[in-house]
């Protein structure tokens, strides 16, 4: 029985689908990531599945600050609607293939 206790403490303690509900409560609450502590940060970069590192080297790079407002996660998407954006991803990802194969065409 101990055992078995243990067992399901330890799944539960890895389970990544567990919803932290503090940092639920602090995007609700209109905090940004500047404000957050370091553990918060760690929580929030887990939360939306990013590593923390990539999440801070992005928002630096792209945005030049990391005082960005946090965002809950979309909700996941049906079969459908996954199907649907996989069919834009990989047209958009032709459209640029055929659109460099036609500037090197050109230059050449």
Known sequence: MKQSIEKR???LENNTDVVNY???????????????????KDDYCKYQGIEREAFEE??????????????????????EEERKHLKEV?????????????????EG
Request: without cysteine.
């Open 58 to 79: 992005v928002n630096l790079m792209m945005l030049e600050t990391t005082d960005v407002s946090l965002q809950l996660k979309p909700p996941p998407m049906t079969p």
């Open 9 to 11: 403490i330890k799944d």
């Open 22 to 40: 503090e940092i639920i409560r602090l995007i609700q609450s209109g905090i940004t990531y500047d404000q957050l502590s370091d553990g918060q």
């Open 90 to 106: 990989a047209e958009e990802i032709e459209r640029y293939l055929y659109q460099d194969l036609e500037e090197n065409d050109t």
